[in-house]
Each structure stands twice: as structure tokens, then as C-alpha cells.
């Protein structure tokens, strides 16, 4: 491999890491999105599991249509936001009838948590950058590999918070005593995330610096 070989490698793993969702640019650890579900309403696996039912029925048929709409109309950035928003509202509409049937009235421990999330960057956040060439299938994808992508922190966050707040997993006992009570309040939550993205962060960093050195090492 030689030098141009190992740069272009190096210029292929930023693309790579700018289109992932999931792991290198993980809406959530990079972008700090969706921040006031996970430390409120996560607080548990069963409510985080809620918020993964949520968001998948919300967010990627919001950027498919906005940004459809958006594109056919050519609307303004103003605008954009304004029909984001809108279309989240109406798909709200639709889909809190499926939560309730999924998940009987226990669907109000989320709160105003799952209403809000129809102005959640999360979900509205692609009208600030729309890709005039971007179609339905692109805007699939992407809406596909943010939602697993905050779908992994919802669950590993709300399973760790109900693990040390009160010794259980989605209702199962595993520890007999809880070992930190204050991991179910939103301090508790904010701190466990700290955590979390320290972590996250650093394993990313890892496996680039790990790529950059096998390209040097390849030339």
C-alpha cells in the first residue's frame, strides 16, 4: 500500500464515520441529540423499550416526508422546520393509539416525554441540511441507522439505570440490593450517560487511531 492508498483509506473511514448512525457518529454520543428522553424518561428498560417504539414510528417517516415535501416545494429553512414539525404532530396522532395498544395506560409514565419528542432534534433535526438529491430510499436508510442508533442507548441506558436504581432488568430481579438508588432520578441519569459517552467516545477513538495505523503500517 502506498502513501495515496493509505491517505485515501484514512479519507474513506471519515466518510464511513459521518454516515454511521450506530456506532462512529451515533446521533446521541457525537451530537449530544435526544438528551431529555434518555435522562427523564429512561428510567428503566420496559420505558426505554416504550421510547424505542416511539421513535422508530416517529422518525424516519418524518425525514422521509419533510424532506420530500420540502424538496418539491422548495421551501425556505424556516419554513422546513415548520413542515417537520407539522408532519411529526400528525403522525403523533397515529401513533399513540399503537403505544396505548401496545402498552395499555402504562404509557403515561413517559409523560410529556413522548408528545415532545414531535419537536425533538432527534427527529426534526434534517431539515437544517436537506440533500436536494437525497431520495426515499436514502432518507430510509439514514432514518433506519439513526433509530438503532439511539435505540442502543436508550436500552443500554434505561437497563443500566433500572439495574442499579432498584436490582432488576424489564421487571426480572438479578441483584438483590440496589446499588445506586439516585441512578433513577434525571441527575442519576445525566451522570450514568456521562458515563456511557466517555465510554462510547474512547472505543471510537480506539478503532480510528487502529485504522490510521494499520494504513501507516500498509505503506
Known amino acids: 500500500m502506498n502513501l495515496e492508498q493509505a491517505r485515501r483509506r484514512a479519507d474513506e473511514l471519515e466518510v464511513t464515520a459521518r454516515r454511521d448512525r450506530i456506532f462512529l457518529n451515533n446521533p446521541v454520543v457525537m451530537q449530544g441529540l435526544g438528551l431529555a428522553p434518555l435522562v427523564v424518561a429512561a428510567t428503566s428498560g420496559i420505558n426505554a423499550l416504550r421510547l424505542c417504539v416511539a421513535v422508530t414510528l416517529l422518525l424516519t417517516p418524518t425525514r422521509m416526508l419533510g424532506g420530500q415535501i420540502s424538496r418539491a416545494a422548495r421551501l425556505g429553512l424556516a419554513a422546513r422546520g415548520f413542515v417537520y414539525c407539522l408532519i411529526a404532530s400528525l403522525l403523533y396522532v397515529g401513533v399513540y393509539p399503537v403505544m396505548t395498544m401496545l402498552f395499555g395506560v402504562d404509557v403515561i409514565q413517559l409523560g410529556l416525554y413522548l408528545p415532545l419528542l414531535v419537536v425533538e432534534p432527534l427527529i426534526i433535526k434534517r431539515y437544517e441540511r436537506p440533500d436536494q438529491k437525497e431520495r426515499l430510499r ?61 465510554l462510547w467516545r474512547g472505543a471510537v477513538s480506539a478503532y480510528k487511531h487502529h485504522v490510521r495505523m494499520e494504513a501507516r503500517r500498509g505503506v
Open 138 to 198: 436514502t432518507a430510509l436508510r439514514k432514518g433506519l441507522r439513526t433509530t438503532i442508533g439511539y435505540a442502543i442507548i436508550l436500552l443500554l441506558l434505561g437497563c443500566g439505570r433500572e439495574l442499579l436504581a432498584s436490582g432488576t432488568v424489564f421487571g426480572k430481579v438479578v441483584m438483590e440490593r440496589a446499588l445506586l438508588p439516585m441512578a433513577s432520578l434525571p441527575a442519576g441519569g445525566f451522570i450514568l450517560l456521562g458515563i456511557l459517552c466517555a
